[in-house]
């Protein structure tokens, strides 16, 4: 007769296993609460503690750790030596370990746990079992995760080859040494950085002074992301990639969104729709992003999303050909016609209307994502790889409201004027440094981007702009080293300037300011985007 241990926290699906195992005639070993679940659907099931004749002490703390458990679980089958142990001991050979651990992950994450709830959940009798049962995979079957009952039952159901069923114990070992490293690197960041695990929710009009979430001072970083899909290449033909996802992150994101037509994402594809839904999420309105090369060529908000897109659409029409376009709102039977007008390589929105799905679909090649319902932005470490190591940093998170500027200039602005500023900024924080975007109350004219210098980012954002600068808002997302910025801005007719401030030079930026005329306000905060 086969033996198995079962000792699971979480019971979904237990009940089905169980009967399966023991309508096949395997003898069922369980504990605590797991025994008491079995008995009371009916399933036979023995107490450890009734096999070993150790009753569980330091209030189950100590209840699995046995000699007799573990030779069970470790002997080799084809070990005449291992065998003869077992046989002179009265030990069984133990050919299944179902075990899930203590809920570590979900108790440090939840609000007001004590250290101590937590310490709690830090598994020890099932973390060995299932070492020792996927150590031993040539002879025992072990499972951690519910989603593999089935393929348990399915194949023990077929009758497999037992190459087949080693192929099988072989890839469930390999998911339980999986599931231990994700729980130990848990259970690591906590004793680290106590409450780390929480995930704290972004406040995207946070004070400019609110401090950054804290980076934890770890010596070793260990990072677990699970493979979304291959990639055909990077960002060139000749670099290979693919694309991960951080587990248990529930955030709006490019790698939680339903790809509903197209072909597949490309590495660029996913860096720009990226870039898309990050600005379309800083607004309220119903807002519209165009990205090309990671960098928006058009942002407007409208009353609805077919009037935002026609006028991001008209910042930069040239560049937006074969960009990337992002809603923060459901894309409309007129928005997806619109759209539909222009070759663009992939459209993001929290959903589709049927007509515009119908309409967009006749283009064979492009990619339709759908977010769901936006989620609030959450504050993880952000990571770049560099050759030989990794960056990592809190995200950048906070955007100042129009109470926190400082004007400087005589020259006050009115409410329009602030509610135009704050567009501008907002913008601003999503174009590559060195950033200066000139815009309307609620639409970009001008995207001046990657320069190495500001002044050459001032000119070429009026170079690249097609409507009227004059009487335009003027965004710089790091202050002006010289006041050249502000009298080429002034020589374009721009009414009002929003920048961080805190340059050396500020007294004589807006002396330049005061001299034109021009509205300046600081916000004290600066968004480099590398």
């Not at 693919?242 to 072909?263: C, D």
């Amino acid at each position: 007769m086969k033996t198995a241990i079962i000792s699971v926290y979480d019971k979904t699906g237990i009940e089905d296993f169980a009967r399966f195992l023991a309508a096949r005639g395997v003898e069922i070993l369980s504990t605590g609460g797991t025994l008491q679940y079995l008995r009371e659907k009916g399933i036979a099931a023995a107490s450890i503690a009734d096999y070993t004749g150790q009753e569980e002490i330091l209030g189950g703390r100590v209840k699995t750790l046995h000699p007799r458990i573990f030779a069970g679980i470790l002997a080799r089958r084809d070990n005449p030596e291992d065998m003869a142990t077992l046989e002179c001991a009265g030990i069984k050979p133990i050919d299944f370990v179902v075990v899930s651990l203590y809920p570590f992950r979900e108790t440090a994450a939840r609000p007001g746990a004590t250290e101590a709830e937590v310490i709690e959940q830090i598994d020890i009798g099932g973390v060995a079992l299932l070492r020792a049962a996927a150590k031993n995979f040539r002879h025992v079957t072990v499972v951690t995760n519910p989603q593999h009952y089935g393929k348990v039952m399915r194949a023990l159901e077929a009758a497999p080859t037992e190459e087949n069923l080693l192929t099988l114990r072989r890839a469930l070992a390999a998911e339980v040494f999986h599931a231990i490293s994700h729980y130990d690197e848990a259970i690591m960041g906590y004793l680290q950085s106590p409450g780390s695990i929480a995930s704290a929710a972004a406040h995207t009009h946070a004070h400019a002074n609110a401090a950054p979430a804290e980076v934890p001072a770890v010596e070793r970083l260990v990072l677990e992301f699970e493979k979304v899909q291959a990639l055909r290449y990077g960002e060139n033909p000749h670099q290979t990639a693919a694309f991960y996802r951080l587990p248990g992150s529930e955030e709006t994101s490019v790698a939680r969104a339903r790809q509903l037509h197209g072909k597949e994402l490309s590495y660029n594809n996913i860096l720009d729709l990226d870039a898309a839904l990050e600005v379309v999420r800083a607004f309220d309105e119903p807002a519209c992003c165009i990205i090309k090369h990671n960098n928006p060529c058009g942002v407007a908000r409208g009353a609805a999303p077919a009037e935002a897109y026609k006028a991001a659409l008209e910042c930069d029409p040239v560049s937006a050909f074969g960009g990337i376009v992002a809603f923060n709102r459901e894309v409309d039977a007129e928005t997806g016609a619109l759209v539909a007008d222009l070759f663009v390589e992939a459209i993001i929105a929290p959903s589709f209307a049927p007509d515009a799905l119908a309409a967009l679909k006749k283009k064979k090649n492009v990619r339709l994502l759908e977010t769901g319902p936006f989620t609030a932005p959450q504050d993880q470490q952000m990571l770049r790889s560099v050759a030989g190591g990794l960056l990592v940093q809190s995200r950048d998170l906070p955007l100042i409201g129009p109470e926190g500027l400082r004007v400087v200039t005589k020259l006050e602005p009115t409410e329009d004027d602030l509610d135009g500023l704050m567009f501008a900024w907002r913008v601003a924080k999503f174009v590559k440094s060195n950033a200066i975007v000139y815009t309307t109350r609620n639409a970009t004219v001008g995207i001046g981007a990657g320069q190495m210098s500001r002044i050459d980012s001032t000119r070429i954002a009026a170079v690249k702009a097609r409507s009227p600068i004059r009487g335009a808002y003027m965004a710089s997302d790091a202050f002006f080293p010289f006041r050249d910025n502000v009298d080429q801005a002034a020589q374009m007719g721009i009414r009002a300037i929003i920048q961080p401030g805190g340059s050396v030079r500020d007294d004589e930026v807006i002396s330049a300011a005061d001299e034109h005329g021009m509205i300046m306000v600081f916000t004290g905060m600066r968004h480099f985007r590398h």
